[in-house]
């Protein structure tokens, strides 16, 4: 009978041992909140060259992180770009590589992350972490719960649902729906400055009903500048300067979003969480952009510096995208980094910061090393393959897109008959000066990465679909 006391006493005090020590770990760990903009371009905020557009609280942010100008979204549309992030499988080998993919018949629909699909949600889930997803998810069939982000292991989600839900034919899309299809909240005009602002009070909600004794990762998926929020509300900020409205709005929405990441950041500050939290922003590719006369203009604001293309370019307009990471007293304030990575080294490096196996799946490298000082592990290459969907775009090539970088090297290929385009960053950023003749050896090891570093996707096959007519033009992308 002592010898059984004995052993459950010891039972206790091992109990206890492991609680205090996951406890004490939990307490040492950071927190990471993770801001992603929606088709903001390279150069759109002050800290990576803009000049008119004001956004002085990512400027300050700036000045205390390390900025990255050599860093990649996953691709340049929203759909394919998130997969990357979610997975932190590349461009080439994530299931899904457009806005829509093509089903045959003319059947151009959106795909989405099965239900199954190990993401940024069960990463954070096993690791003990609070998690929260805020915003646009963009990755889910709508009428298929099981593939929101709620069920992605994410313990809140307000999640805005991008598409009309068949099982409720009288659904709003502007709006968040709360933990899968709970609840809805609608989008005001009247209430709210931007949708920014509406989706910035459910995280103050989240980090207000947080356990304390748990790390937190806070997935701010914000609306601008893609946003569609009226004419009047979004131009507030420079309705008294004479240019087109559309860019009024295109301003405005930016500033309104730096205010928000003000807002959120001050109020970190507020309730003491700032010292052990890391803070990444980014965008989700480059900036979107219409037709002369009917949409935001790339050279009005200079959206993407020296940068060629934007949204739905494979060009370095369309995929490099701004990164600040933000650490106190871990990394040099106001530091810079050419290291080139992107959207799929994001899994990796939080894997390694939560303390977590990083998972097989990834193709990614984490950056940590670099964050803290260390000897980094590059990339030999990265590689892009994008189809171009048959919603409402001509289609005469197929609309297949295939880019490489290799060190300084760049090359492009529109379309699988096209040749690929060489081009050297180091003294070409602006992808201005082919050099394809001039180094046939370069390009052909960028053809064999084209044609064996990816793997197939039922929806989107390699070289894409050729058409020749305007597709029905069914969702909005």
């Known amino acids: 009978m002592k010898i059984h006391s004995s052993f459950w006493l010891l039972g206790i005090i091992l109990n206890c041992f492991i609680f205090f020590s996951c406890e004490k770990q939990n307490q040492k760990r950071p927190n990471i909140v993770f801001l992603l903009a929606d088709d903001l371009g390279y150069n759109e905020i002050g800290a990576y060259g803009q000049k008119i557009i004001k956004t002085p609280n990512l400027d300050k942010l700036a000045k205390q992180s390390m900025r990255f100008t050599d860093f990649y979204a996953g691709n340049s549309v929203c759909a394919p770009s998130r997969a990357v992030l979610l997975t932190g499988v590349s461009s080439a080998n994530v299931p899904i590589r457009g806005n829509a993919g093509y ?30 997803f805020i915003g646009k998810w963009h990755l889910d069939n709508p009428d298929d719960i099981s593939t929101w982000a709620f069920s992605h292991s994410f313990d809140f989600a307000a999640q805005e649902q991008w598409t009309h839900r068949k099982s409720k034919r009288n659904f709003s899309k502007s709006g968040l729906w709360l933990n899968g299809d709970q609840k809805h909240f609608p989008y005001d005009f009247n209430k709210h400055e931007c ?96 037709a002369a006369g009917k949409g935001h203009q790339l ?133 201005t000066n082919d050099l394809s003749e001039k180094y046939p050896e370069i390009i052909a090891r960028i053809s064999k990465i084209f044609k064996n570093s990816r793997n197939e996707a039922p929806a989107f096959p390699y070289g894409g679909i050729k058409q020749n007519h305007i597709s029905m033009h069914r969702y909005s992308n």
């Open 195 to 290: 949708k920014d602002a509406f989706y910035t009070n459910f995280a103050i909600d989240f980090l207000d009903n947080k356990e304390s004794d748990k790390p937190f990762f806070l997935f701010m998926s914000y609306r601008a500048p893609h946003s569609f929020e009226g004419p009047i509300r979004d131009t507030l900020e420079y309705v008294n300067q004479d240019w087109p409205k559309v860019e009024q709005a295109q301003a405005a929405k930016i500033t309104l979003q730096d205010k928000q990441v003000g807002r959120l950041l001050d109020y970190l500050e507020s309730i003491g969480e700032m010292d052990n939290t890391i803070v990444m922003y980014t965008s989700d590719n480059g900036a979107h952009f219409g």
């Open 103 to 132: 089903f045959g018949k003319d059947d151009w629909s959106p795909t989405w992350l099965e239900s199954d699909t190990f993401t940024l949600g069960e990463l954070f889930k096993s690791a003990r972490y609070q998690s929260a």
């Open 299 to 431: 050279e009005f604001f200079d959206s993407n510096g020296n940068l060629k293309g934007g949204k739905r370019d494979l060009y370095e307009g369309g995929v490099r995208v701004p990164l600040l990471v933000y650490w106190r007293d871990k990394i040099t304030a106001g530091s810079v980094t050419d290291h080139v990575s992107a959207f799929q080294d994001l899994m990796p490096t939080f894997s390694e910061i939560i303390g977590v196996e990083k998972p097989d799946q990834t193709d990614g490298i984490s950056f940590l090393p670099l964050l803290k000082g260390e000897v980094q592990e590059k990339h030999e290459y990265l590689n892009w393959e994008f189809q171009l969907s048959g919603w409402f775009q001509r289609l005469p090539d197929g609309g297949f897109r295939q880019s490489a970088r290799i060190g300084k090297w760049k090359g492009v290929r529109y379309g699988i008959d096209s040749r690929i385009e060489l081009y050297d960053l180091n003294n070409d950023e602006s992808e």
